[in-house]
């Protein structure tokens, strides 16, 4: 079992960065698919970024490709993701979950443990 905590969500000029965290605890960590989550006032939750375990594999929504990064660290317990050249567009609360298996998932539903999310506000 796994329990994600997120940080790093605030007020952002279009075209700025944030780099999001995900501190999970547990010690079998390293066996869960992680993900990031967002979801924007009305919308549904989301897909946006997943690494598998070893972080060999990675996906991502059409939305963020080549603006945003996933990356663990293993070690660490932790998952990043790098968002660069953000839109208002990007204005959500992002959310770090973990899933057991190998295969990458983007269904919220195929997710087991869900972070309480991050704000993310992309002035324009």
């Known amino acids: 079992q796994v329990q994600p905590v997120e940080s790093g969500g605030e007020l952002v000029q279009a075209g700025g960065s944030l780099r999001l965290s995900c501190a999970a605890s547990?010690?079998?960590?390293?066996?869960?698919?992680m993900g990031w989550f967002r979801q924007a006032p009305g919308k549904e939750r989301e897909f946006v970024a997943g690494?598998?375990?070893?972080?060999?594999?990675?996906r991502y929504a059409d939305s963020v490709k080549g603006r945003f990064t996933i990356s663990r660290d293993n070690a660490k317990n932790t998952v990043v993701l790098q968002m660069n050249s953000l839109k208002p567009e990007d204005t959500a609360v992002y959310y770090c979950?973990?899933?057991?298996?190998?295969?990458?998932?983007?269904?919220?539903?195929?997710?087991?443990?869900w972070g309480q999310g991050t704000r993310v506000t992309v002035s324009s």
């Open positions: 979950a973990a899933a057991r298996g190998s295969q990458m998932l983007e269904e919220p539903g195929d997710y087991d443990y």
């Open positions: 690494i598998s375990w070893s972080g060999s594999n990675t």
């Open positions: 547990g010690r079998t960590f390293n066996n869960y698919l």
